[in-house]
């Protein structure tokens, strides 16, 4: 969490643990989570930009955010095993770097994806 600056993305943000955390130290964090359950916890616990959506359904504008994280096993945001990899066509490792690609589109040029 040290290199957390300016603008985060939390994919997968559960009940909010990261978020709420790095919201308290002052940062501007938007959690997602494909769980609507999981988004109204965290909704409950105070965090203030929560939504509920799919990986595969992220769409904001290029350099939106500084930081992404994606913390703990976050490979279930895609629902199975299956659907993240065979649903799709494509090898696994395929399937990752792609997201991978489509992730850093969102972050400004000169950040980190964690």
Same mark, same amino acid.
């Given at each position: +969490?040290?290199f957390?600056?300016? $603008?985060? &993305? #939390?994919?997968?943000?559960g009940?909010? $643990?990261?978020?709420?955390?790095?919201q308290?130290?002052g940062?501007?964090v &938007?959690?997602?989570?494909?769980?609507?359950?999981a @988004?109204?916890?965290?909704? &409950?616990?105070?965090l203030?930009?929560?939504?509920? +959506?799919a @990986?595969?359904d @992220?769409n904001f504008?290029? #350099?939106?955010?500084? $930081?992404? @994280? +994606?913390m703990?096993?976050?490979f279930?945001?895609f629902?199975?095993?299956?659907?993240?990899?065979? #649903?799709?066509?494509l090898?696994e490792s395929?399937v990752l770097?792609? +997201?991978e690609?489509r992730?850093?589109?969102? $972050?400004?040029?000169?950040?980190?994806?964690f």
């Amino acid at each position: +969490m040290e290199f957390v600056k300016g $603008r985060v &993305l #939390d994919i997968g943000c559960g009940a909010g $643990r990261h978020s709420l955390y790095l919201q308290k130290k002052g940062f501007d964090v &938007l959690g997602i989570d494909s769980s609507p359950l999981a @988004i109204k916890v965290c909704k &409950l616990r105070g965090l203030e930009k929560a939504k509920v +959506m799919a @990986i595969e359904d @992220i769409n904001f504008k290029p #350099d939106s955010f500084d $930081r992404i @994280i +994606m913390m703990g096993n976050n490979f279930g945001l895609f629902g199975s095993f299956n659907r993240g990899t065979h #649903d799709y066509g494509l090898p696994e490792s395929t399937v990752l770097s792609n +997201m991978e690609k489509r992730l850093k589109e969102l $972050r400004k040029q000169e950040t980190t994806l964690f």
